[in-house]
């Protein structure tokens, strides 16, 4: 409706200065012809809101105008109270500041919509974390949120994955990302998107340099890039397997991400899945599953996970505890993280 996508206009100005016409076309996925009709409607209602042309220009309001705003909808006042990255606000030292936050939106909310907010805080909880992920390494993110918010650039001592010392960066944040319960610092090295996660970083200094970003780059568009990237990242190894009927649902729980294609239930005891997998030593983390899965194709993947199996019989066969202590090729029980990635 045109009076919200007015208003929506009105918050973003009031929020960000000046913007330019197409960011808020983009915006609110309407022309910029619209747009321009919308600020003079804005005008006539009597909002100082005016348009500058040239390279630096864009749509503003006359300084020091602010409105206040409470014609909150039922399902927006809803919205604002399924807290789904609460995980975040105790990472980041804010819980407390989110639960006053929320008393204060309380208190604003037209007195029709408070019972529906109050009941939604009551009757839905998001928790961020999976399932019997174990114990998580501790993550110090103030160093990394003071960068982020001083646009300081940051000096780290990163520990990628497999590898046992660390490694010095000198980044460019551009923000912090929470997946899935796992923190990420998305910053540019040497003009480049990277991806870190936070519980690898050793040590990190905050520098008195300033930022240095790629012009027109937000975190946003950083974080879908590196996304993207580690989403569709070519597989090295197709392989084709079966798995128990009874077991398919844990296994697609636990090597979603590695199936190349969803599951064909066909019918009988086994299905038949496809998996891409980025290297043949990956392979070995199907032994999890022991005789639950069988490997069919390629035959080098079968090779590689009889190799596996032996050794670690090989361990086991005595019985008891060896004279001679023998390490067994390790068998990964996860997809391996894809650790910093750089960006296209």
Sequence with gaps: MKSDRLLAVLLLLQTRGRVPAAELATRLEVSVRTIYRDIESLSAAGVPVY????????IAL????????????????????????????????????????????????????????????RRILVDPGRWRTGPRPAVDLDTLHTAVFADRRLRLRYRHSGESEARTYTVDPYGL????????????RRRR??????????AATVLDTPVQRRAGVELADAWEALRRQVETRPAGLRVTARVLRSRLDLFVRIMGTALAEPPEDTGGTWVTVELALQELRAVRQLLQFTTS?????????????ARAAASVAALYEDGGQPDTPRTAAPVPSHPVDPGPVQGR
């Design 293 to 305: 899965l069988e490997v069919l194709a390629p035959a080098r993947a079968r090779a590689e996970l």
């Design 62 to 121: 006359l300084p020091g105008f602010r409105t206040d705003v409470t014609g909150l909808t039922t399902d927006e006042a809803r919205a604002l109270f399924v807290l789904a990255a609460e995980g975040a606000h105790h990472a980041l030292g804010l819980d407390g500041a989110l639960g006053s936050a929320l008393r204060k939106v309380m208190a604003a909310l037209p007195a029709p919509h408070r019972p529906a907010a109050e009941l939604t805080s």
């Design 193 to 202: 998107a990277r991806l870190f996660r936070a519980d690898r970083v050793a």
């Design 177 to 188: 990302v929470s997946k899935a319960g796992t923190w990420y610092l998305v910053a540019d």
């Design 51 to 58: 348009a500058e042309r040239g390279r630096h220009g864009g």
